[in-house]
């Protein structure tokens, strides 16, 4: 009996070791994919060309706009990745929001997409010399993106911080005020998307920046404890 009970509690301490291990391997998989979100921000600067009025009949290289829209790419694939890597762990506190979660972020990455396309159509004409005829479908094309991102990087990413942030914090994977950062930063994201859909503020003003800054701390932030800390020991990860 002894010999039997002894290996059912070397089983059950190997299965819980084998499930720690998988739950780190996620947790540093999420944390690195969030970390990769943030590469895009070069193309603050790497855009600024093509908003010229006059971009397609300038002269120079497109590979600033073009390299700004590899790196979007892999904002929005990351993103995907995001969720789908922590969908086993989430689905397990509440599976309909952490399907949710998927849900909005193919299609936050979708928008992106459309963007990019957008802005690399505009490099198209530049690099066809379509000339002066086809400055207002490039302007069309640029205030096209300016919209698209709008809606793909500010209120989407609003409504998958506060199903996130609702998601860690009931299942106590994240420290508590870490998850709040979250939950608490969708408010002035998306209240800050309707004042520059209205016109109240504008895109690139500081108080755009401002509503999107707490958002940004709580990803970037989630990111660097999933892939220093891991997730808390909690319910979900013990499998109780």
Known sequence: MNIVSNSKILGSITTTQGSMSSLKKTSLLAGILYLLTFVSIPTLVLYRSVHAPNYIISSGSSNDVIFGGLLEIIVAL?????????????KKQNEAAALGLVAFRVLEAGTIFVGVAFLLSVVTLRQQEAGAGALISSHALVALYDRIFLLGQSFIPAINDLLLGLLLYKSRLVPPGLALIGIVGAAPLIAGYFAMMFGIIGQHSPLAGLSALLVAIFEFSLGIYLVAKGFRTSEITSGK
């Open 78 to 90: 990351a993103g995907i990745g995001t969720a789908i890597v922590l969908y086993p762990v989430l």
